[in-house]
């Protein structure tokens, strides 16, 4: 049930939610996993209780009378079908969330992407990695690729973000 919350760009290894979505959208995710998870337990007590009657105990004396108290059971089978009412409209409910966070983790916008910070001499470059390939990459700053040649470079550094003014062009 949880491999398409888990899984979100099969095949290859499982990452999990909050490693793949924007963190704003993992976190609402999460909030309609846990809400989904409440609403069936409370619908998951509603039903038998619908079904079955309110669980209690009393004991039965003689004078008791066996065919029961028209009044008490009507009572009781009103109880048990605004149980019934409110348990089905709390699974449907529940699926409705459990939709719902699926389609989050499916349509969510992914988080950024990480980006290198490489120095070459008293030149920084800081972007994203567009592709890589036989010591060389190409990084995107500012919407224009640029090929590196890594044999040349001091020090290659994966950031979340760029320093706000990268010095130099490559």
């Known amino acids: 049930m949880l491999g ?16 793949q979505l924007a963190p704003g959208w993992s976190a609402g995710a999460g909030v309609l996993l846990v809400a989904a998870l409440a609403v069936g337990g409370a619908g998951a007590f509603c039903l038998p209780r619908a ?18 108290r028209p009044l008490e059971d009507d ?50 470059l800081c972007g994203e990695v567009v592709s890589a390939r036989r010591g060389t990459v190409v990084v995107e700053t500012g919407g224009v690729a640029m090929t590196v040649d890594l044999s040349r470079a001091e020090s ?14 490559g």
């Open 4 to 19: 398409p919350i888990r899984d979100r760009a099969a095949p290859g290894p499982p990452e999990g939610l909050a490693a």
């Open 51 to 68: 079904a079955h009657g309110r669980p209690y105990a009393r004991r039965l004396s003689a004078s008791d009378d066996p065919t029961g």
């Open 75 to 124: 009572d009781e089978a009103l109880a048990s079908a605004r149980f019934l009412r409110t348990g089905i409209t709390l699974t449907c409910l529940c699926t409705v969330l459990l939709v719902t966070a699926v389609g989050v983790t499916w349509y969510a916008p992914p988080k950024d992407p990480p980006r290198l910070l490489i120095r070459q001499g008293t030149t920084t």
């Open 156 to 169: 290659v550094t994966p950031v979340a973000t760029c320093p706000a003014a990268p010095s130099g062009t």
